[in-house]
T-cell receptor
């Protein structure tokens, strides 16, 4: 069974640009969550989608947005990039609203210069 | 989600048993206890989950006392490849994808 796939693996962007990251969950998993990991703040929850609906959202500015498609694949977008957005962005999927074990992808390393 | 407290770091030697304790004094009745392992530049990996008493799988054991206010992850005979950050999380089954990670415990295994 394929794991959670995140693309691209690495990305370098310039301040002010926008970026879109992609996540393909494990087949059959309908819940997709996104996290930001930085050395200073650790792992922080961004948002979660289930069946194309955002069910939960963390404390991030509106520049961070996401969506989920009918095949459960998800994308997150960050607009007007700031240097502080440099981080490892992780996606996790689970197989239902009541599941608590999550499978994470390897992440996308975003560097903003 | 309940707040957890873990040691920031631990050192061990290859072949030893390592026990990492997590405090979660405000755990709710329907909360589960879950441990994740994370290597640098990778996503966290689910290790084990439990509700009460003891749970064992092929990589670890999880001990939970009757009051459930703490839990201990036990790694038998660690190797260098067990060097990683270990996170303890508590939460209910219906927490809709929002996992609250603390700072975790950095385990350094030495030869």
């Amino acid at each position: 069974k394929a794991g959670v796939t995140q693309t691209p693996r690495y990305l370098i962007k310039t301040r002010g640009q926008q970026v879109t990251l992609s996540c393909s969950p494990i087949s059959g998993h309908r819940s997709v969550s996104w996290y930001q990991q930085t050395p200073g703040q650790g792992l922080q929850f961004l948002f979660e989608y289930f069946s194309e609906t955002q069910r939960n959202k963390g404390n991030f500015p509106g520049r961070f947005s996401g969506r989920q498609f009918s095949n459960s694949r998800s994308e997150m977008n960050v607009s007007t990039l700031e240097l502080g957005d440099s981080a490892l962005y992780l996606c996790a999927s689970s197989d239902g609203p009541e599941a608590y074990g999550y499978t994470f992808g390897s992440g996308t390393r975003l560097t903003v210069v | 989600l309940a707040k957890t407290t873990q040691p920031i770091s631990m050192d061990s030697y290859e072949g030893q048993e390592v026990n990492i304790t997590c405090s979660h004094n405000n755990i709710a009745t329907n909360d589960y206890i879950t441990w994740y392992q994370q290597f640098p530049s990778q996503g966290p990996r689910f290790i084990i989950q439990g509700y009460k008493t003891k749970v064992t799988n092929e990589v670890a054991s999880l001990f939970i006392p009757a009051d459930r206010k703490s839990s201990t992850l036990s790694l038998p005979r660690v190797s260098l490849s067990d060097t990683a950050v270990y996170y303890c999380l508590v939460g209910g089954a219906g927490n809709t994808g929002k996992l609250i990670f603390g700072q975790g415990t950095t385990l350094q295994v030495k030869p």
